[in-house]
């Protein structure tokens, strides 16, 4: 359960100052080759041991202190003026791998640093899923560009001036795959772009997402991202929720419900938008309460209930919020139903206050409610402090699979996997004092769960002095490869609710593209009881 803390898809860094000045300050200590050709760097691979693929975001630091991290290739380009033709060490670390330690425990090689030359480190894997690229931001192909290697991507140095965004909402609409992305740091620092980032690409079976993604940004006449969500009046604008639906004329629209908010301080408006295909933006459709406790948030997936009904459900919090998947539902407020243990037509107030369904027999009722809005982790947590229900009564009672520890989740993404036969869940942890790095993987017969067992598939918090997040997790499954058997997923590094003062070079508050193989033992979960009600 969740406590203290919004999920991020509401708590999402807004600050021109914060996000900015995050993106230019990773940039200080960043070793900074002079002018070279390809010949005169020593090329270093970092690959991992087990799939023998380059692994980005690792860090080797010399005994100076200074730091390199590998580009999306896995690679480094080294030259730096004193150290060439000279035995080097490099201590190295990453996220979710690890590297031998020596006598002093301390983990790092030394290399024979001659212009031309090359070498190749294996690192062992810990993270069951596999990190494969970064999708966003500076240089993401920096130091492939600099061995005078091809790089994958047709835009592998920087596009759009972009050097930093957060989380993403996709779309496959009229022949292509839409991008949306929320707050975006430019490379000339300045304004940034706070009422949301579009990009599209070639749709998924046309593409290779083992490779990489390239990204055609709509961008204004500076040439920098436009601003896809342009309302009037102060504060940033983020978008949820984003469906694909036929409008009343019989025609596809994408619509997303949204948000207007003065930072992290208030919500200012908020309502529909419906996207314009001429102008290439989304425009207001309506407006609804600002205080209203349902609103489609999260990573939306479309299924059909038990009566056949197709709906779209939401994720934020989970279980959420689902609606009849028609353009007239999902702008009314009153079509949607909360999947919730309130009494029909109540709020939650607090744990006191608080109206619980039962039976007769004291049997707890959770079910799809109209005008009853879902209870969110600390609602949850909050009611089980007090007493008024158990964490076995919850359809989200998440357990650590190997040592049964609870898991507070912070947001997640569900669809329903062919090879597993089942929705599975990527989610990301973090309440209270708990970081936003760690990434769950869990699977339930419904949508609704119960969801009692998870595995941990990412960690970004190898070292305590080191932790990062990695938060709005979500897989993108027109991605799946093999019958649902190799899945993808996206999720925002970042260091802001961490802790940690020290931003990472490139990678900082980016998009991050990782693999996972479902039919690895370790993603094998116990049996699950099923939820009263």
Same mark, same amino acid.
């Given at each position: 359960?969740?406590?203290?803390?919004?999920?991020?898809?509401?708590?999402?860094?807004?600050?021109?100052?914060?996000?900015?000045?995050?993106?230019?300050?990773?940039?200080?200590?960043? +070793? &900074?080759?002079?002018?070279?050709?390809?010949?005169?760097?020593?090329?270093?691979?970092?690959?991992?041991?087990?799939?023998?693929?380059?692994?980005?975001?690792?860090?080797?630091?010399?005994?100076?202190?200074?730091?390199?991290?590998?580009?999306?290739?896995?690679?480094?380009?080294?030259?730096?003026?004193?150290?060439?033709?000279?035995?080097?060490?490099?201590?190295?670390?990453?996220?979710?791998?690890? !590297?031998?330690?020596?006598?002093?425990? /301390?983990?790092?090689?030394? #290399?024979? &640093?001659?212009?031309?030359?090359?070498?190749?480190?294996?690192?062992?894997?810990?993270?069951?899923?596999?990190?494969?690229?970064?999708?966003?931001?500076?240089?993401?192909?920096?130091?492939?560009?600099?061995? %005078?290697?091809?790089?994958?991507?047709?835009?592998?140095?920087?596009?759009?001036?972009?050097?930093?965004?957060?989380?993403?909402?996709?779309?496959?609409?009229?022949?292509?795959?839409?991008?949306?992305?929320?707050?975006?740091?430019?490379?000339?620092?300045?304004?940034?772009?706070?009422?949301?980032?579009?990009?599209?690409?070639?749709?998924?079976?046309?593409?290779?997402?083992?490779?990489?993604?390239?990204?055609?940004?709509?961008?204004?006449?500076?040439?920098? /991202?436009?601003?896809?969500?342009?309302?009037?009046?102060?504060?940033?604008?983020?978008?949820?929720?984003? /469906?694909?639906?036929?409008?009343?004329?019989?025609?596809? *629209?994408?619509?997303?419900?949204?948000?207007?908010?003065?930072?992290?301080? +208030?919500?200012?408006?908020?309502?529909?938008?419906?996207?314009?295909?001429?102008?290439?933006? !989304?425009?207001?459709?309506?407006?609804?309460?600002?205080?209203?406790?349902? @609103?489609?948030?999260?990573?939306?997936? *479309? +299924?059909?209930?038990?009566?056949?009904?197709?709906?779209?459900?939401?994720?934020?919090?989970?279980?959420? @919020?689902?609606?009849?998947?028609?353009?007239?539902?999902? @702008?009314?407020?009153?079509?949607?139903?909360?999947?919730?243990?309130?009494?029909?037509?109540?709020?939650?107030? $607090?744990? &006191?206050?608080?109206?619980?369904?039962?039976?007769? =027999?004291?049997?707890?009722?959770?079910?799809?409610?109209?005008?009853?809005?879902? #209870?969110?982790?600390?609602?949850?947590?909050? @009611?089980?402090?007090?007493?008024?229900?158990?964490?076995?009564?919850?359809?989200?009672?998440?357990?650590?699979?190997?040592?049964?520890?609870?898991?507070?989740?912070?947001?997640?993404?569900?669809?329903?996997?062919?090879?597993?036969?089942?929705?599975?869940?990527?989610?990301?942890?973090?309440?209270?004092?708990?970081?936003? %790095?760690?990434?769950?993987?869990?699977?339930?017969?419904?949508?609704?769960?119960?969801?009692?067992?998870?595995?941990?598939?990412?960690?970004? +918090?190898?070292?305590?002095?080191?932790?990062? =997040?990695?938060?709005?997790?979500?897989?993108?499954?027109?991605?799946?490869?093999?019958?649902? *058997?190799?899945?993808?997923?996206?999720?925002?590094?970042?260091?802001?609710?961490?802790?940690?003062?020290?931003? &990472?070079?490139?990678?900082?508050?980016?998009?991050?593209?990782?693999?996972?193989?479902? $039919?690895?033992?370790?993603?094998?979960?116990?049996?699950?009881?099923?939820? $009263?009600?």
């Amino acid at each position: 359960m969740m406590k203290g803390k919004k999920p991020l898809m509401n708590n999402r860094i807004s600050s021109l100052a914060c996000a900015c000045i995050v993106i230019t300050a990773a940039l200080v200590g960043r +070793a &900074t080759p002079c002018a070279a050709a390809p010949s005169d760097y020593f090329a270093i691979e970092v690959v991992d041991e087990q799939t023998g693929r380059g692994v980005p975001m690792v860090e080797l630091k010399t005994t100076s202190s200074v730091c390199y991290y590998t580009d999306s290739n896995g690679l480094i380009a080294f030259f730096e003026p004193g150290l060439m033709n000279r035995k080097v060490w490099f201590g190295i670390s990453s996220h979710g791998y690890e !590297f031998p330690k020596d006598g002093f425990g /301390v983990c790092g090689v030394v #290399l024979e &640093t001659k212009p031309g030359g090359s070498a190749q480190i294996k690192i062992k894997r810990i993270n069951i899923a596999e990190r494969l690229y970064r999708i966003t931001g500076q240089g993401i192909y920096r130091d492939t560009v600099l061995l %005078g290697r091809t790089p994958p991507i047709t835009e592998p140095l920087l596009n759009a001036q972009v050097t930093g965004q957060d989380g993403v909402l996709n779309a496959i609409y009229r022949g292509k795959l839409y991008w949306f992305y929320g707050d975006t740091c430019r490379v000339s620092y300045g304004l940034g772009n706070f009422a949301m980032t579009g990009a599209t690409s070639e749709l998924p079976d046309k593409m290779d997402p083992s490779v990489g993604v390239n990204l055609k940004y709509f961008t204004a006449e500076d040439g920098f /991202v436009k601003r896809m969500a342009p309302l009037e009046g102060e504060g940033v604008v983020w978008l949820y929720g984003l /469906v694909v639906l036929r409008d009343p004329t019989g025609r596809e *629209r994408m619509l997303a419900s949204f948000e207007r908010l003065k930072w992290l301080e +208030a919500t200012l408006e908020a309502g529909f938008m419906v996207y314009n295909d001429e102008k290439d933006v !989304f425009e207001k459709q309506a407006n609804v309460p600002v205080d209203t406790p349902i @609103l489609p948030k999260g990573f939306p997936f *479309r +299924a059909k209930a038990e009566d056949g009904t197709e709906y779209y459900y939401f994720t934020a919090p989970y279980p959420s @919020l689902r609606v009849r998947a028609e353009w007239k539902a999902y @702008l009314d407020l009153a079509a949607y139903e909360g999947y919730t243990c309130l009494c029909s037509g109540t709020r939650y107030g $607090s744990a &006191t206050a608080a109206q619980l369904d039962r039976d007769a =027999d004291g049997k707890l009722i959770w079910a799809w409610k109209k005008n009853t809005p879902p #209870l969110n982790p600390t609602q949850q947590e909050e @009611l089980i402090e007090a007493g008024k229900m158990t964490q076995d009564e919850s359809p989200l009672r998440l357990r650590d699979a190997d040592g049964g520890k609870l898991i507070s989740l912070n947001n997640s993404s569900c669809f329903w996997n062919d090879y597993r036969k089942r929705y599975i869940m990527i989610a990301s942890e973090g309440s209270g004092d708990t970081m936003l %790095g760690e990434v769950w993987y869990s699977e339930a017969d419904r949508p609704e769960g119960p969801w009692a067992h998870a595995r941990k598939i990412i960690t970004h +918090a190898n070292k305590k002095d080191d932790a990062h =997040d990695f938060y709005n997790p979500t897989q993108h499954p027109f991605f799946d490869q093999d019958g649902g *058997r190799v899945i993808y997923l996206e999720g925002t590094y970042v260091n802001t609710f961490s802790g940690n003062p020290h931003p &990472t070079p490139y990678y900082e508050y980016n998009q991050m593209m990782y693999r996972l193989d479902l $039919s690895d033992p370790r993603l094998t979960l116990p049996a699950t009881k099923k939820v $009263s009600g």
